[in-house]
């Protein structure tokens, strides 16, 4: 169906056939800039993120546009963390209402790691069926399996809504997981591709030792495909913390509520007059926090997989 | 098993490994289907059976509180004189232009820059760095960078005698600034697609290009873009079935609004669907859109497929 097969793993050939011993001509002058100047529009909202979250809301309107922190404080952090007082967060423009940050969090940590750990263990299962066994139906089933990767999200939502509703999972982390716990095509296509390449004979040794396909499965095919599957457990975890739709609609409730949810609650709560822009910043940044920081561990991985992604 | 006419008194001895193979192999099935379990149980429980009961609710008039009855094409036909329905799709139609002309045209160019001036694998993660963040986060990072009083874009705007642009807050602005805001996130994401696909087109093309003389410009047009096209079309599903479904961007900052200029499909379905809690015609959109799509995708593919000889 989909015939993109880079090799994730192997670092991207890439090579420059631009690239020429010579001097800078004015030609390559003109590419940088283009480059440096759609890598500075990249990064400025983050740092402008940054700044905002830095400054003080009762002055920050007076210096709208200067490139430091207005009045720097760490105030904005201190109430979205819930550690600033009352008056503390009034006097800096907040509204002093609880933000339930660390619940929040703990709801996207708890929600995101069991998805991602649903998916990669399902989906590395069932790719090693369908990559490395033989039973009757495979490709069909495969090819069905597929098939759901074009049906638009929203389409199944609806019902599954429904479902939850009257499983009474509405409100809770079975509700928000279940639903990607399980499957979800990409996972299965993505590990496929890597268990196709595993050499038969390594297979046929363990089983000259006796293993069966569980033992084997466990003990050498997982092991050996480490890469891959860390590849894949970042991409499903980020974006699992990312969603925003399922969780809107099965976990309102602030118990439940993860951290996209709670962005969008606390901008929909604060006046239109006069927001609290420091404090949405703190909270936008520290709820972007996890994937910067397994960005800056594994960007490379993360990189390379994208060009395999493709079939998203 | 073919090698049944086999003489009596040799029956036993070819006809063990034979038998044996079969018991290997049913047994080979049976863990198989083991493996494939819980995918398929996903698969059919939260994909196949809410796609099954989507097409149902759509011929029923559902509305979570009343009784229900089968209305038949009834939501259909009302479909066809619902203003806010086709300003909707007008709206969506036009967001999907904006998002995808901005986006192809300044990812195919990100992409050619990065493989034409460097291998560096920081810039291509520096570039990617929007995607990985929420839908949610981007969407109030630039809410406020976009502000119409205090926003760091119109001050910057004030410099050179333009503005304020109420960029959120009016009509004919709305949809446009959430193109924009989506292009930023998605750019690197694109280009690194697009990427994946320059690192295909073999080097010595190039070589033989410049040995004839041929401009950086015109081997752009006669050699990278042609060889591109399948690529290039394989994006574009993605993009265009991606961007069809924009909710996040809209919920966050518009809410449908100035009087429903940013309205877009998705954003309306949820809202036929929790707010007016008129579910059986919400699905029913959700039908339609799923229709769109898979044309829109079956189509695209089709042309993928044509051209796909380019990179043979």
Redesign the interface.
Known sequence: M???D?DVTAA????????EAGGPTP??VL??A??VV??L???F??Y??LR?ALSNGTT??TA??SWLPVDFTWGAFRRVLGLATLEEAQAEGGTGSAVDFWVYLRNSVLVAGLITAGQVF??A??A???AR????G?DL?FF??LT?L??????????????MRDLGLVNTYAGLV??????TPFA?FFLRQFFLGISREIEEAARLDGA???RT?FRIIVPMSWGPITTLALLQY?QA??E??WP??VGSERSVRT??VA??VF?AQTPQGNPD?PG??AA?LI??LP??L??IAF??K???S???S?I? | MTTTAVPAAGAPASGAPAIARRAS?NR??W???G??L??????V???L???L??LG?SLTDYQFFSDTSFVGLANYQRLLTDETFWNAMLVTVWYVVLNIGFQTV?AV??AV???????S??????????Y??????VA??????L?A????VN??LSWFGIGPISFFGSESWAIPTIAFVNT?RH???TA??I??GL??IP?TL??AGRVDGAS?WQMFWRITLPLLRP?LA??LV?TV?GS??V??TV??TTMGGPADASRVI?YY??DL??ERLD?GY??AV??V??VI??VI?FVQLRLMRAN?SDLA
């Open positions: 989909v015939t993109v880079a991207p050939t890439s090579r420059t056939p631009g690239r030609g390559r590419a940088w283009c480059l759609i890598i529009i990249t990064l909202p983050f402008w993120m905002t920050l309107a709208g546009s399902f989906g299962l069932a090693y069926a369908f066994m033989r039973w009757p495979r089933v069905v399996l759901a074009m049906v638009p999200p929203i389409f199944t939502q609806l019902p599954n809504f429904l479902l279940l639903p990607f716990f399980f499957m299965v069966g396909h569980v499965f980020v913390w990312n925003y739709f809107l609609l951290l996209t962005l969008g901008r822009w949405l910043m936008t709820a972007a994937v910067l397994l960005f960007g490379r993360i990189v390379d994208i060009g395999f493709g998203k | 192999s080979e099935t863990v198989a289907l493996f494939i819980p995918t398929v149980f996903g698969f429980v939260f994909y059976w809410p796609s009961r989507g609710l300044l160019l990100l820059l990065l493989h034409r001036l460097t291998r694998v920081v810039i291509r993660g520096l570039v990617l760095l929007p990985l963040v929420a839908n949610v986060v109030l990072l630039w809410f406020w960078m502000d009083q205090i926003g760091i001050q910057v930023w750019l690197g994401y690194l697609l990427f994946a690192v295909m080097r190039y070589e950086e690529v394989l994006v993605i079935v069809f479904q909710f996040d919920a966050v998705q379905i949820f669907a929790f579910y919400a699905s959700s039908v859109l799923l799509l898979s995708a796909e």
